[in-house]
């Protein structure tokens, strides 16, 4: 009897055990119908620690970090559908990036905050390739550049840029690319001031400006404005006899003054003092102060000039001449005495400057001598002789004149009481 319970009780265990897994199966194929598995892709923003690289001085070029990833997920299609981006947060470590250079960084597993049962299956993309370049810092000179035109007979001089030299802190392949800095001047506003601030452009290697540096480093040029202006010289007093002051030869003929464009403007020279040749029978140098006006300036003088002053001895020469061109004034009018001067021709010397002298003829000389008061006979009279300009007489010549009377002639006047002689047929 026992066995036959113990047999049907056995029986009753195994048709409750398939009743229940019979019953969990209706469960599941009732699930799957209407909550069934399903995937599902969810856009989630990519945050990372980008910051740690200003610290190890490095930038990533080119490609950026992805704004955000793919997120594939797996679960019922409730919980699924219910999932939203703001449930995971995904992070791009750069904590081992260290050198320059491109570096494959794997994205780390998304983390889910909410309280769904899903699957992660992954993320797109896995993996970011980036290209990582070290921020280095390098001086360059700053360099003046000049455009416009300045008045005619200017210049720019002590120019100066403050500050001489800039560090320029950039990824390497940039900094090699820059070819110089310049500070750009238009000449056209010197005229007004003395000071400019600008800011420096950097040129790259192709002689083009790099928009990046563009109005970030600041500078001021300063500067002088300066005209060239001829030096004039003069002497004073006059040569030892028998010698002439022929030249003087400056060191420089003209000098660089400093000044407002109003001042330049209003000089035309410079004078220097004028030298003492009274005296003088050599050449000899010596140092002339210059006179500058008050408000200017010598750029590239120390105020003085040096000065080559050549004294030279007068070239003699006897000209020859003719005493037929030789005038005779103070002369009687009465036309009782002629007048004749003996010789042919007198001898006159001169003395004077070389070249003048080379070119003198009796042509270029007038010569006369004053009979005033002179009787009957001959005379020996000083000639008062009339040279070019720069030449003059080394010794007055004379001559001899020779005065006669001349034969008066009778005048006969007729009778008043004569009588007429008749002509024929009268």
Same mark, same amino acid.
């Given at each position: 009897?026992?066995?036959?319970?113990?047999?049907?009780?056995?029986?009753?265990?195994?048709?409750?055990?398939?009743?229940?897994?019979?019953?969990?199966?209706?469960?599941?194929?009732?699930?799957?119908?209407?909550?069934?598995? =399903?995937?599902?892709?969810?856009?989630?923003?990519?945050?990372?620690?980008?910051?740690?690289?200003?610290?190890?001085?490095?930038?990533?070029?080119?490609?950026?970090?992805?704004?955000?990833?793919?997120?594939?997920?797996?679960?019922?299609?409730?919980?699924?559908?219910?999932?939203?981006?703001?449930?995971?947060?995904?992070?791009?470590?750069?904590?081992?990036?260290?050198?320059?250079?491109?570096?494959?960084?794997?994205?780390?597993?998304?983390?889910?905050?909410?309280?769904?049962?899903?699957?992660?299956?992954?993320?797109?993309?896995?993996?970011?390739?980036?290209?990582?370049?070290?921020?280095?810092?390098?001086?360059?000179?700053?360099?003046?550049?000049?455009?416009?035109?300045?008045?005619?007979?200017?210049?720019?001089?002590?120019?100066?840029?403050?500050?001489?030299?800039?560090?320029?802190?950039?990824?390497?392949?940039?900094?090699?690319?820059?070819?110089?800095?310049?500070?750009?001047?238009?000449?056209?506003?010197?005229?007004?001031?003395?000071?400019?601030?600008?800011?420096?452009?950097?040129?790259?290697?192709?002689?083009?400006?790099?928009?990046?540096?563009?109005?970030?480093?600041?500078?001021?040029?300063?500067?002088?404005?300066?005209?060239?202006?001829?030096?004039?010289?003069?002497?004073?007093?006059?040569?030892?006899?028998?010698?002439?002051?022929?030249?003087?030869?400056?060191?420089?003929?003209?000098?660089?003054?400093?000044?407002?464009?109003?001042?330049?403007?209003?000089?035309?020279?410079?004078?220097?003092?004028?030298?003492?040749?009274?005296?003088?029978?050599?050449?000899?140098? =010596?140092?002339?102060?210059?006179?500058?006006?008050?408000?200017?300036?010598?750029?590239?003088?120390?105020?003085?000039?040096?000065?080559?002053?050549?004294?030279?001895?007068?070239?003699?020469?006897?000209?020859?001449?003719? =005493?037929?061109?030789?005038?005779?004034?103070?002369?009687?009018?009465?036309?009782?005495?002629?007048?004749?001067?003996?010789?042919?021709?007198?001898?006159?010397?001169?003395?004077?400057?070389?070249?003048?002298?080379?070119?003198?003829?009796?042509?270029?000389?007038?010569?006369?001598?004053?009979?005033?008061?002179?009787?009957?006979?001959?005379?020996?009279?000083?000639?008062?002789?009339?040279?070019?300009?720069?030449?003059?007489?080394?010794?007055?010549?004379?001559?001899?004149? =020779?005065?006669?009377?001349?034969?008066?002639?009778?005048?006969?006047?007729?009778?008043?009481?004569?009588?007429?002689?008749?002509?024929?047929?009268?």
């Amino acid at each position: 009897m026992n066995r036959l319970i113990d047999k049907l009780f056995e029986r009753d265990a195994v048709a409750k055990v398939l009743s229940v897994l019979i019953a969990i199966l209706i469960w599941f194929l009732v699930l799957d119908q209407e909550n069934p598995f =399903t995937e599902r892709t969810i856009t989630v923003p990519l945050s990372s620690n980008v910051e740690v690289l200003e610290a190890r001085n490095l930038q990533i070029v080119g490609s950026s970090i992805p704004a955000t990833v793919d997120v594939r997920i797996r679960g019922r299609k409730k919980r699924v559908d219910s999932v939203s981006s703001a449930d995971f947060s995904v992070f791009l470590d750069l904590s081992d990036v260290n050198n320059s250079g491109i570096q494959v960084i794997r994205v780390q597993p998304p983390e889910y905050t909410g309280d769904k049962d899903i699957i992660i299956l992954g993320t797109n993309p896995a993996t970011v390739r980036l290209y990582f370049e070290k921020i280095v810092g390098k001086q360059y000179p700053v360099n003046i550049e000049f455009t416009g035109n300045l008045p005619e007979g200017y210049q720019i001089v002590n120019q100066r840029v403050d500050p001489g030299i800039i560090l320029i802190q950039e990824k390497e392949g940039t900094l090699s690319r820059i070819d110089r800095v310049v500070a750009l001047v238009n000449l056209n506003d010197l005229s007004v001031t003395k000071e400019l601030v600008v800011r420096v452009t950097v040129y790259d290697t192709e002689g083009k400006p790099m928009s990046q540096f563009e109005g970030k480093y600041p500078a001021i040029v300063s500067f002088d404005l300066a005209r060239k202006l001829p030096v004039t010289t003069t002497v004073r007093g006059k040569p030892k006899a028998g010698y002439y002051f022929k030249e003087i030869i400056p060191d420089t003929s003209s000098v660089l003054v400093v000044g407002s464009k109003d001042l330049l403007d209003s000089i035309s020279r410079i004078e220097a003092e004028a030298v003492d040749i009274e005296g003088k029978s050599e050449s000899f140098r =010596t140092e002339l102060k210059l006179n500058v006006p008050q408000g200017a300036t010598l750029a590239d003088n120390n105020g003085t000039i040096s000065v080559l002053v050549n004294i030279e001895p007068l070239a003699t020469r006897t000209i020859s001449f003719p =005493t037929s061109q030789i005038s005779i004034y103070d002369s009687d009018t009465s036309g009782a005495f002629e007048y004749a001067i003996a010789a042919h021709s007198i001898s006159i010397p001169v003395e004077g400057r070389p070249e003048l002298l080379q070119e003198l003829d009796a042509n270029d000389i007038r010569c006369s001598v004053s009979v005033r008061d002179l009787r009957e006979g001959e005379h020996q009279v000083p000639v008062t002789v009339s040279l070019p300009a720069g030449i003059s007489l080394r010794e007055r010549p004379t001559v001899t004149v =020779t005065i006669n009377a001349t034969a008066q002639e009778t005048v006969t006047k007729p009778s008043t009481d004569a009588t007429p002689v008749p002509t024929p047929g009268g």
